[in-house]
Nanobody, 119 residues
Framework: QVQLVESGGGLVQAGGSLRLSCVAS????????MGWFRQAPGQEREFVAA????????DYADSVKGRFTISRDNAKNTVYLQMNSLKPEDTAVYYC????????????WGQGTQVTVSS
């Protein structure tokens, strides 16, 4: 069973930056697309970004394009989400997901990391 452990969340002022990390257990990390999703209070979980196994392609939600960057280091079994120009509406719990299909998540989730952006 894969384990995904997110870190890097916190409280930041609007306009600031954070970098999230997600470390995956196991030897097959480089075989999977990896994704980030988020869930704000009272809202459904939504797609944020995804990256293909060899980093050839990335995909972003329209709401984060130009501000967020997803990357990965297969040698470290880690996927990152660099978040710049943060807005209060980016406040959410951010989750790592292994093997999303397009913008649809798989059943493999981390525990999440809280990101709070103050105005």
């Amino acid at each position: 069973q894969v384990q995904l452990v997110e870190s890097g969340g916190g409280l930041v002022q609007a306009g600031g930056s954070l970098r999230l990390s997600c470390v995956a257990s196991g030897r097959t990390f480089s075989s999977y697309t990896m994704g980030w999703f988020r869930q704000a209070p009272g809202q459904e979980r939504e797609f944020v970004a995804a990256i293909s196994p060899m980093s050839w392609t990335t995909d972003y939600a329209d709401s984060v394009k130009g501000r967020f960057t997803i990357s990965r280091d297969n040698a470290k079994n880690t996927v990152y989400l660099q978040m710049n120009s943060l807005k209060p509406e980016d406040t959410a719990v951010y989750y790592c997901n292994r093997g999303p299909l397009g913008t649809m998540p798989s059943d493999y989730w981390g525990q999440g990391t809280q990101v709070t952006v103050s105005s």
